[in-house]
């Protein structure tokens, strides 16, 4: 593979050798991948088929099997079927029916995955609540989707206490009531699995977007059997005596579609942390006897800042799943954790495309056989841009660009619960008059082959003197440096400037000083003077999502000017000084910084 270095960090071309010796590995399962292949044939959206069926069929093919493992007690799948069919004819009795909302609200426990199970059995649709909403943002979730009841861990009734009694849910469940009620309930298989559509909504996931309320997405039996199959089965290709380890929270679709679905496809077991861990990940993966783990990117990265310890390699995990990854640390976090094979993959709540690392190649988030474009767009708005005849314009292989996906009748887009935000993102007459496609919001590398390496989201990809600066690799240098604990890159509007200056917020490591000549000559040796952050803000530390995505969206609407009692420093020919209210005029002026 050729990496590039320029603009979108080590992103490799795909070359024809590069896919032989991918096809290659793929015989040691060639079983799996006959055995899923007709299986993501397309179905009608009027198939009575379900997730919920389908993990029946897992259930009679391996009913003695561990499939829920947590804090060293495991369940099996007979188990965990009679549990889910308890619950779903405690929810019959309570007069949810087919269509209803059960909004689920809880910290990792395999009572989560076994609710979900439940719910869908009977046709109902489970909306994953994030248990760090409280007040008027939870009242927001669960008002979007209607939730009918809420099923949730006592502990955080409090969430539920922040909000008007008028807006909570008619009927609440604790988890550990519900232990008691669902006990002199049927272990039977309910009659309504068999009578579920594949095209019906399952599972509503919230993404958080990057502004306003969080947006509710559909998830449908359909997308994520095709998630099943195409990602767990063709792709991650676990064995029977597979454990897959996970800690990232079931509210996302790492855990909940990526995780789950890939167990299932196999009989493998899924083995459940309580909460993410830095210190005590691999410990927990020996514990669990994991043989995978799912991640995402900022996961691998504190994983690597970890100094070295005899766990790093006395695991047998084989193979980590999941996305972000960002290429300049894939190296090193193979050899340093002894992972055979990265099964990268680019996937959204509410996307119809998915890409995944079928072939084991280095630093790629995958391959998708479905239609998409790669697409000049425009920066301040998110928008494809446009050719004189009013149709995209391709970047083509190599090229950096918007990624778009085609709508169809194959690969239906599911949306939002709210039909305007489900307009917005929908292109129409792209190549030509009548079509339609999904806009990610992404910006990716087209590696040929059908490839894509992710670059960053729209919004954190900024232009400036004509460039393109991507914030993932600009924070990937700054991080390198030996006293930045962690850094978050953005861009910032300067009046009288085109584009948006880089500005650097930056935590440091064991309480040092900020060392402004010596940072400003690692970062000048690392990135094209484009790309160089003019500013610089030293906070205490960085908070962080519970996917630990980096709070940027807060960051850059404070930019240099609301940054309280933090250090600010701009850059000043080859150092940084502390900031002074004449630097932003100067930028507009002849005396502009490099």
Request: charged share 25%; with cysteine.
């Amino acid at each position: 593979m050729v990496e590039h270095a320029s603009g979108t960090g080590l992103l490799p071309d795909i070359r024809l050798a590069d896919m032989a010796a991918g096809v290659a590995s793929l015989r040691k399962d060639i079983g799996t991948v006959l055995r899923v292949l007709p299986e993501m044939l397309p179905k009608p959206p009027t198939t009575k088929m379900s997730i919920g069926k389908r993990f029946q069929q897992s259930v009679d093919k391996y009913p003695d099997r561990d499939f829920l493992r947590f804090e060293g007690s495991s369940i099996t799948y007979r188990e965990a079927n009679a549990r889910a069919n308890r619950l779903a004819d405690f929810l019959t009795r309570e007069g949810v029916g087919k269509g209803d909302v059960v909004a689920v609200l809880s910290k990792n426990h395999p009572d989560v995955v076994i609710a979900m199970l439940g719910i869908v059995k009977i046709g109902a649709i489970c909306g994953m609540i994030n248990f760090h909403q409280r007040g008027a943002v939870l009242e927001h979730s669960l008002g979007l989707i209607g939730a009918k009841v809420v099923l949730y861990q006592e502990d955080l009734v409090e969430a539920l206490d922040s909000m008007p009694e008028s807006a909570r849910p008619s009927k609440e469940f604790t988890f550990e009531k519900l232990s008691s009620l669902t006990a002199p309930c049927s272990p039977v298989n309910p009659a309504a699995t068999e009578t579920v559509e594949l095209g019906s909504t399952a599972i509503y996931i919230f993404t958080s977007g990057t502004t306003g309320y969080p947006k509710a997405s559909k998830m449908t039996h359909y997308r994520w059997l095709v998630a099943m199959n195409g990602i767990g089965g063709l792709g991650i290709r676990l064995r029977g005596d597979d454990v897959m380890y996970t800690a990232l929270p079931f509210y996302h679709n790492n855990a909940l579609t990526i995780s789950l679905s890939s167990v299932l496809a196999s009989g493998a077991c899924l083995a459940i942390g309580k909460q993410f861990s830095a210190s005590r990940f691999f410990d927990e993966l020996i514990e669990n006897d994991a043989t995978a783990f799912s991640y995402i990117g900022e996961l691998c990265r504190y994983l690597l800042a970890q100094p070295p310890k005899p766990t790093d390699r006395a695991h047998r995990v084989r193979l980590a799943v999941g996305n972000g990854l960002r290429p300049d640390i894939w190296d090193d976090f193979t050899e340093r954790f002894g992972i055979d094979r990265i099964v990268e993959l680019y996937a959204a709540s509410e996307a119809n495309i998915g890409f995944v690392n079928v072939f084991g190649l280095s630093k790629t988030a995958g391959f998708s056989p479905l239609p998409y474009i790669v697409v000049e767009y425009d920066e301040e708005t998110g928008e494809p841009l446009r050719s004189g005849d009013g149709r995209v314009r391709k970047v083509g292989k190599g090229g950096t660009g918007l990624l778009l996906a085609q709508i169809n009748s194959r690969v239906p887009f599911d949306g939002y619960t709210d039909p305007k935000a489900t307009e917005k993102k929908i292109v129409r007459d792209a190549l030509k008059k009548g079509d339609q496609w999904y806009n990610s919001g992404d910006v990716v590398r087209d590696q040929g082959f059908h490839h894509i390496g992710f670059v960053d989201r729209i919004g954190d990809t900024f232009r400036w003197k004509g460039e393109n600066v991507a914030t993932t690799e600009v924070e990937a240098v700054l991080d390198a440096h030996d006293s930045v604990e962690e850094a978050v890159v953005f861009g910032v509007p300067v009046p009288g400037v085109d584009g948006k200056a880089g500005m650097a917020a930056v935590s440091l490591r064991d309480r040092q000083e900020f060392d402004a000549a010596g940072f400003a000559a690692h970062v000048r040796d690392g990135l094209p003077s484009y790309a160089v952050p003019l500013f610089v803000r030293i906070v205490p530390q960085l908070e962080h999502t519970s996917t630990f995505k980096n709070m940027r969206t807060e960051l850059r609407k404070q930019a240099y000017g609301e940054t309280g009692d933090d250090p600010m420093y701009v850059l000043s020919g080859d150092t940084y000084v502390e900031f002074y209210p004449e630097f932003v005029e100067e930028l507009s002026g002849s005396r502009r910084p490099a």
